[in-house]
């Protein structure tokens, strides 16, 4: 019963509303799909490392330590700010069927790694949740260690859908008329969540 309430919760978490999921959404559609898968690996990776800092209990130094848990949050607040503004900014934006370099898809995992390790929203559900099933018993902490993969598969396929979605042929078509819009309006969201996150106290 407790891992299909762990289970439904990290559903929940991961398809609400955030700066992850504008993010794959812009880059799918300006660079198109592999642009956004790539986001969304990257994405899947930032889980690990939020995993492998509760295993290890640096967690509770981070929820001990008001200066690092501050600094951490305004990196990342900083970080989805610049996003966002190159976004609202930018000129007219590359077609989908541009091909995606290694240079550029680098930058694409870049950028969906360092969105979500530096997002605070993130750090709090590991911090708050994840941290508590972590124990000195061997098999609570194997049952922590499958729920983190398990966590890190559901960030991959969710955004990779949102990826194949919005690049669909069903789609592109009407999303291409509006891109240089669409873009604006992902950029405008992506500077809100990182202000949000700057002036919450």
């Not at 812009?26 to 990257?42: D, M, P, Q």
């Not at 610049?82 to 930018?90: R, V």
């Not at 077609?95 to 290694?102: D, I």
């Amino acid at each position: 019963m407790e891992f299909i309430s762990l289970a439904i919760l990290g559903i929940l978490i991961v398809i609400s509303p955030g700066a992850d999921f504008v993010l794959v959404l812009k880059n799918s559609i300006n660079f198109g799909r592999r642009a956004g898968i790539l986001t969304a690996v990257g994405i899947s990776l930032a889980i690990g490392v939020h995993i492998s800092y509760s295993m290890f209990g640096v967690s509770y130094l981070i929820s001990q330590n008001e200066l690092t848990f501050q600094t951490i949050r305004y990196l990342g607040a900083g970080y989805l700010v610049y996003l966002g503004l190159k976004g609202i900014l930018s000129k007219e934006q590359v077609s989908n069927k541009a091909e995606v370099t290694q240079e550029k898809g680098q930058r694409y995992f870049a950028q969906g790694f360092f969105c979500n390790v530096l997002n605070p929203k993130t750090m709090l559900f590991f911090l708050s949740i994840f941290s508590q099933l972590i124990t000195n018993n061997s098999a609570d902490n194997a049952f922590a260690l499958a729920y983190g993969i398990y966590m890190m598969a559901l960030h991959m396929a969710w955004f990779a859908l949102v990826a194949i979605l919005f690049t669909s042929p069903l789609l592109r078509g009407w999303l291409n008329r509006f891109k240089q819009r669409l873009n604006q309006v992902c950029g405008a969201g992506l500077v809100l969540f990182g202000s949000a996150l700057a002036l919450k106290s």
